[in-house]
């Protein structure tokens, strides 16, 4: 009887006309899966959950109670079930391999349905344009936040401001048209230049000035570290624009 009642839960979550806290479904998600049985209540009213929230000196829902004793909200209940609780501020390499990964199968995928094989010298270069271009979009989600962040370390924008701006746009143009293999009088340059001042800068603060910053490569939101994968990004640039101009020089020699 005992293992029984502590296989037992009741979690308390707001469930409103005008929204569902997904806390409150993670909660009951997580307890289902450990083994509870979940007694499901909910709060459906701001009126009804202020007065939850005043009745067991609580800021938050959803609440959980096992055996009578109150776990908390969902970070406690994963908690008490020795699991990992994301630390919001902590630093993660996540969102760059992410965008690194799915760029490549992009890549491998695109050369696939273009010559009938994944592994092509033209997937290697989709792989660097589609990073591009997908960087420069997660950039353009909020300039002004990017902005803000890689002032702290770029060379360049801390003496012109407004390249810090123009920088997510020159990115994207220069990834599109190196996609396209078109206009390489004009995406060779533009990848060449910011991709050149972005190594230098990331060099000097990480590895010469020893800061700890954070990358502004994915968006001026996230929690990268300024390090060897921003390096990477501006390396990749430099290496596309470089094998844009010598790769047809190179097929074009005689034999």
């Keep these: 009887m005992a293992t029984a009642a502590l296989k037992k839960a009741t979690v308390y979550r707001m469930v409103m006309p005008t929204h569902t806290c997904p806390y409150g479904v993670k909660a009951k998600d997580l307890l289902r899966r450990q083994g509870y049985e979940v007694e499901d209540h909910w709060?459906?009213?701001r009126e009804e959950t202020d007065a939850f929230k005043a009745e067991h000196g609580v800021k938050t829902t959803p609440q959980t109670f096992i055996g009578g004793e109150r776990v908390g909200g969902y970070d406690d209940l994963r908690r008490f079930f020795g699991k990992a609780v994301r630390d919001p501020k902590a630093v993660t390499y996540r969102p760059v391999v992410a965008v690194f990964?799915?760029?490549?199968?992009?890549?491998?995928a695109a050369s696939y349905a273009a010559f009938g094989s994944p592994f092509t010298v033209r997937a290697g270069e989709w792989f660097i344009a589609f990073s591009m271009c997908v960087l420069a979009m997660?950039?353009?989600q909020n300039v002004e936040s990017f902005s803000s962040m890689f002032l702290n370390y770029d060379l360049l924008a801390k003496r012109w401001v407004p390249y810090s701006y123009v920088?997510?746009?020159a990115e994207g143009v220069a990834g599109v048209l190196m996609a396209a293999g078109v206009l390489t009088w004009l995406s060779v340059p533009i990848a060449l230049v910011?991709?050149?001042?972005?190594?230098?800068?990331?060099?000097?603060?990480v590895y010469v000035d020893k800061r700890e910053l954070k990358c502004a490569c994915v968006g001026g939101d996230s929690n990268v570290p300024l390090g060897f994968l921003s390096l990477t990004e501006n390396v990749m640039m430099v290496a596309m624009a470089l094998w844009m101009v010598i790769a047809p020089a190179a097929l074009s020699m005689p034999h």
């Design 43 to 45: 709060l459906r009213t």
């Design 101 to 108: 990964a799915m760029t490549a199968l992009m890549a491998l």
């Design 138 to 140: 997660l950039k353009l």
């Design 167 to 169: 920088y997510p746009y």
């Design 194 to 205: 910011i991709g050149t001042i972005g190594a230098v800068s990331v060099i000097k603060a």
